[in-house]
């Protein structure tokens, strides 16, 4: 049972919702233990086929809960102590990277620091007009770089606009992140919902392991050192994903139409 994530089912599609709203869903430890034993679980959950993240409220998050923060010492207790604490929640970015489940982040309201980190660690992210994103971890006396952000945001919006977002940690409203590409695309808050399940359930419509290895591959291909590696990997996929039943059914679909 989960305290601070509330988890729903339609069918192959889980919807994640943030769930403190009282705080703008700020990330607490707790919160923190939630996300990485989902994450965990969803590992090996094949009835799970795409991940919906939203945040409940305002805001989809806040980044790191600053007034628990002051009360429990967190971040400023010993070194150890929050190296540990930090090195939770950035488990949490690469979890999200190595499930094969695809994720969605519809992202609305405040998405700073630790939830910037959140998003970012999503495969996709689609953002409500309201939409408004920084590196506020800049803006509390620690580095702008935090939990992937520094690997993500070069990659995603490229060297000059990632270097101004860390740097200053101004805010990037939702029309400026659909220009440089840090989210997909821009609706209403009130279609987010349904924005977000409708691009899942495109994914849904394409075969298993087709969706699950193409994850894979654009991940390690971020990486690769070479256009023949991404190109080999591309091709074992190709063949492993032929031999599965839904490439012989699209044959057979494709045949019966060419009569």
Not at 107 to 127: F, K, N, P, Q
Not at 186 to 212: I, Q
Request: glycine share 10%.
């Amino acid at each position: 049972m989960a305290e601070t994530l509330e988890i729903d089912r339609e069918r192959q599609l889980l919807w994640v919702t943030l769930h403190r709203p009282e705080r703008l869903n700020a990330l607490s430890p707790g919160m923190i233990e939630e996300l990485g034993t989902l994450f965990d679980r969803l590992a090996d959950d094949d009835a799970t086929r795409v991940v919906v993240m939203r945040g409940a409220g305002r805001a989809f998050c806040a980044g790191w809960d600053l007034k628990q923060e002051s009360n429990d010492g967190g971040l400023t207790g010993s070194v150890d102590a929050a190296l540990r604490l930090q090195r939770r929640f950035s488990s949490v970015i690469i979890k999200m990277r190595r499930v094969p489940q695809p994720i969605i982040a519809c992202v609305h309201g405040a998405a700073t620091g630790g939830g910037l980190s959140v998003a970012l660690g999503a495969d996709v992210r689609i953002a409500g007009e309201s939409a408004r994103m920084s590196c506020a971890y800049i803006r509390v006396g620690v580095g702008g770089c935090d939990a992937g952000s520094s690997y993500f945001l070069p990659r995603i919006v490229g060297a000059s606009v990632a270097a101004e977002l860390i740097l200053t940690g101004n805010f990037i409203d939702a029309a400026r992140a659909e220009r440089v590409g840090l989210v997909s695309r821009v609706v209403p808050d009130a279609e987010l919902e349904a924005a977000g399940r409708a691009l899942a359930e495109n994914m849904l419509r394409n075969s298993p392991l087709g969706v699950r290895l193409s994850k894979e591959c654009l991940n390690v291909a971020i990486d690769a050192p070479s256009l023949e590696a991404v190109i080999a990997m591309e091709d074992r996929n190709q063949v492993l994903a032929a031999q599965c039943g839904e490439f012989r059914a699209a044959l057979r679909a494709f045949a019966e139409r060419s009569r």
